[in-house]
C-alpha cells in the first residue's frame, strides 16, 4: 500500500483519481508549515505540490520512504532536484497540462499590451474617453521573436501566425527540421533580439536564463520593442526592464511572472503605464487546471506501481511514452549489474557497455543506469535506483563507457558489459527472449541460457566426473529441488561454469557441505 500526500491544493480532478486507485491511500494536508512537513513526509512514498510548497534539502532528509515527487504544473524552482537525484527520488511535472493556457495568455498580454487595453480600460471605468490618446498598432505584419521553441512557443508560434505575423525562433535544442515543419525561421539570438518586433519568453529558469533580458541585451533590440514574459520571473531584470519602457527603447511589455511573487511594492515595473501586469496566470484556466490536477494524480500512480514514468525532470535518460519498451531491458541490465558486482574479487573500477540491436540501441542510456542501479545496490547504503546510480558512480570513482565488440554472443538486442577491477576483467551479455524474459547468454568464455531470476547458485568447479550427481544428491538431502542447471565449459577438462535455478534457499550446511567438494572451486547463492 502506498501513501501519497497532497501538500497543495491540486483541484477535485487528481484528488478523485487518488482517492479511487487501488493500493494507495491519499491524505490532503495543505497549508503545512516546513516543520509539520518535516514531521509527516516520513510517513509518505509520494508527494504532490503545486508552487506554494518548498521541497527543501531539510524535507527530503526526513523523507526516509519517499520515491516520486509530482509537481502539479511545470516549474520546479519550489524543489530542490539536485537533493531529491542524490537521494533517488523521482521529480516529475506536468509540461504539457498548461501549455495551451499558457499560449493563449501569452497573446492576450501581447494584444494588450499592444491596444493599450488595461489603461484604457480605466479610463472609460473613470468615465474619461480619451480615444486618440490610445491608438495601438497591429499585430499583423510584425516580427515576433520567440525564445525557446518547446511546446509552448510552438502553440505561440501558431497563434501568431493566425494573426499574420513573422515568425521565427531561438532555441539550441530544436532541430531545423521541426523548425521548417512548423514555418518558422530558426536564428541565434544576436539576430532574434536585433529583427524582432516582439518577443516572447518561453524557457525555463536556470543560471543560463537568469537576466537573460538584461541592459545589455536590450541595448542590442530595436527601437520600440514588445516584451512579453509568461515564463519565469527571473528572465528579465526588472530593473533594466524598467529603465528601457520609462526612456522608450521598450515600447511596452506583458508581464505575467516576477522575481518575487507577489511583486514588492518598490517593483521597479509597477506603475509604468506601458506595462500590463498579470499576477501569474499562465496556467489558470479550469482546462488547465483540470488537465493539471488529472496527469499529476495519474503520472505520480503510474511511477509507484512501476508500470511508467511520465515527464520526469531528473532521470539521467529520456522517459517518454516508450519507457515501458525499455523497462524489460533495464530489468536484465539490472541483473547483470548484480551479477557482476557479487562475481568480481575486488572492486569495480570501469565498466564498457555494449547494447546491439535496433530496439536495444535506442535504449542505451537507461539501459546503463539500470545496471548502475543493480551494481551500486550492493555496494553501497541507501536506496539505489535508477535516479541517483550514475551520479553516485561517479562520486565512487567508477567510469562508464560505450564500448563495440565486448560480446560474443549473436543475438538480437544484445545487452552486454565488461567490467574492470585492478588486475581483472568480467564480460557478461544477456537477451530478453520474447521481448520480456530474461536470459544471461555470456560470461566470459562460457556461453550458457541462464534464468536469471529467483534463488541461483552460481558454481565453478572442475569439470570432472561426478559433480552434478554430487551436487544434486547434496541438495537432495537438504530437500532442496533443482528447477533448471545451465552449465557451460571454455574446453573439456578445465573448469565448467554452472547457474542452478532452486525452488528453495538451502540451508548453511548444505552450502558449507558444497564447499568442502574438492572439485568446486567458487560457490555463490543470489537471490536475483
Not at 499592444?114 to 497591429?138: L, P
Not at 519602457?245 to 505575467?256: C, E, F, H, T, W
Not at 539521467?316 to 557482476?340: C, I, N, R, S, T
Not at 545496490?377 to 539505489?384: F, P, T, W
Amino acid at each position: 500500500m502506498f501513501r501519497i500526500l497532497v501538500s497543495d491544493d491540486i483541484g477535485a480532478h487528481g484528488i478523485d483519481i487518488l482517492q479511487g486507485a487501488d493500493d494507495t491511500v491519499c491524505d490532503v494536508k495543505t497549508g503545512l508549515s516546513p516543520d509539520e512537513l518535516i514531521a509527516v513526509i516520513g510517513e509518505y512514498d509520494a508527494l504532490i505540490v503545486r508552487s506554494a510548497t518548498k521541497v527543501t534539502g531539510a524535507v527530503l532528509d526526513a523523507a526516509s520512504k519517499l520515491k516520486i515527487i509530482g509537481r502539479a504544473g511545470m516549474g520546479v524552482d519550489n524543489i530542490d532536484v539536485t537533493a531529491a537525484t542524490q537521494r533517488g527520488v523521482i521529480v516529475m511535472n506536468t509540461p504539457s497540462a498548461n501549455s495551451v493556457a499558457t499560449a493563449e495568455q501569452t497573446m492576450a498580454l501581447m494584444l494588450a499590451a499592444t491596444r493599450h487595453t488595461a489603461i484604457a480600460h480605466q479610463t472609460v471605468a473613470e468615465g474619461r474617453w480619451e480615444r486618440s490618446k490610445y491608438a495601438g498598432t497591429e499585430l499583423s505584419g510584425k516580427t515576433l521573436g520567440i525564445v525557446g521553441f518547446g511546446r509552448i512557443g510552438r502553440l505561440v508560434a501558431a497563434r501568431a501566425k493566425a494573426f499574420d505575423m513573422d515568425v521565427m525562433a531561438f532555441d539550441p535544442y530544436v532541430s531545423e527540421e521541426i523548425a521548417q515543419d512548423t514555418g518558422v525561421t530558426l536564428v541565434n539570438l544576436d539576430d532574434l533580439l536585433s529583427r524582432s518586433d516582439y518577443i516572447t519568453l518561453h524557457v525555463p529558469s536556470s543560471p543560463a536564463t537568469d537576466n537573460l533580458i538584461s541592459t545589455d541585451s536590450i541595448a542590442a533590440m530595436k527601437d520600440g520593442v514588445v516584451i512579453i514574459n509568461a515564463a519565469r520571473g527571473t528572465l528579465i531584470d526588472e530593473a533594466a526592464l524598467a529603465e528601457a519602457l520609462k526612456s522608450g527603447k521598450v515600447r511596452a511589455a506583458g508581464i505575467d511572472v516576477y522575481r518575487t511573487e507577489p511583486p514588492a511594492k518598490d517593483n521597479p515595473l509597477i506603475g509604468l503605464p506601458n506595462v500590463v501586469h498579470t499576477p501569474h496566470l499562465g496556467a489558470s484556466t479550469a482546462e488547465a487546471q483540470r488537465d493539471v490536477s488529472a496527469q499529476i494524480a495519474a503520472q505520480v500512480i503510474d511511477a509507484l506501481d512501476g508500470t511508467d514514468i511520465r515527464n520526469p525532470v531528473n532521470l539521467p535518460f529520456e522517459a517518454g511514452p516508450k519507457f515501458a519498451e525499455a523497462m524489460p531491458y533495464m530489468a536484465l541490465a539490472d541483473k547483470l549489474g548484480v551479477l557482476q558486482f557479487h562475481m568480481a574479487p575486488a572492486p569495480i573500477r570501469r565498466i564498457e557497455i555494449e547494447v546491439r540491436g535496433d530496439v536495444a540501441e535506442k535504449l542505451t542510456r537507461p539501459i546503463a543506469a539500470a545496471l548502475l542501479a543493480g551494481l551500486l545496490r550492493n555496494l553501497l547504503a541507501g536506496d539505489i535506483n535508477y535516479v541517483n546510480a550514475p551520479l553516485l558512480a561517479e562520486q565512487h570513482g567508477i567510469t562508464v563507457s560505450q564500448a563495440k565488440g565486448v560480446a560474443s554472443a549473436e543475438y538480437t538486442n544484445l545487452v552486454s558489459c565488461r567490467v574492470h577491477w585492478d588486475d581483472g576483467s568480467r564480460i557478461m551479455a544477456g537477451v530478453l527472449f520474447g521481448g520480456s524474459e530474461p536470459r544471461l547468454v555470456q560470461v566470459s568464455g562460457y556461453h550458457l541460457d541462464v534464468d536469471p531470476t529467483g534463488l541461483l547458485l552460481i558454481m565453478l568447479n572442475k569439470d570432472v566426473p561426478g559433480v552434478i550427481g554430487m551436487v544434486g544428491t547434496t541438495l537432495g538431502r537438504f530437500g532442496v529441488n533443482i528447477a533448471e542447471w545451465r552449465l557451460g565449459r571454455s574446453e573439456p577438462g578445465t573448469e565448467a561454469l554452472s547457474f542452478i535455478n532452486l525452488d528453495a534457499e538451502p540451508p548453511a550446511e548444505a552450502i558449507e557441505a558444497l564447499r568442502s567438494e574438492a572439485a568446486i572451486e567458487k560457490l555463490l547463492l543470489l537471490s536475483l
